[in-house]
Nanobody, 125 residues
Framework: QVQLVESGGGLVQDGGSLRLSCAAS????????MGWFRQAPGQEREFVAA????????QYTESVEGRFTVSRDNAKNTVALQMNSLKPEDSAVYYC??????????????????WGQGTQVTVSS
């Protein structure tokens, strides 16, 4: 089992930056690809970014491409999401998840095996 805890959320102005972190505990972190999703009030949880187990491959949703960067440190069992040029529409609860394998399935919520509790990101205009 893997336990995930997100941190780093907060309130930031339009155009600002935040760095989210996801700390993993338990066995097998290195065997999982990791994803970031977000969920705004009244909306479904949506894919933001993912990184392969080795960190060599990443994937982003189009709306954050060039603004967000996902990274991982397998020695520290952490995954980060650096968010720059934030917009009000980026406001949501951000979740990290762990998934076995790679490919198009990393964009699907139901494919993930473990989730953190989420961290709130609010971008004011």
């Amino acid at each position: 089992q893997v336990q995930l805890v997100e941190s780093g959320g907060g309130l930031v102005q339009d155009g600002g930056s935040l760095r989210l972190s996801c700390a993993a505990s338990g066995r097998g972190f290195i065997t999982y690809a990791m994803g970031w999703f977000r969920q705004a009030p009244g909306q479904e949880r949506e894919f933001v970014a993912a990184i392969s187990w080795s960190g060599s491959t990443t994937q982003y949703t189009e709306s954050v491409e060039g603004r967000f960067t996902v990274s991982r440190d397998n020695a520290k069992n952490t995954v980060a999401l650096q968010m720059n040029s934030l917009k009000p529409e980026d406001s949501a609860v951000y979740y990290c998840g762990a998934i076995t394998g790679w490919g198009s399935k990393v964009t699907f919520v139901d494919e993930y095996e473990y989730w953190g509790q989420g961290t709130q990101v609010t971008v004011s205009s």
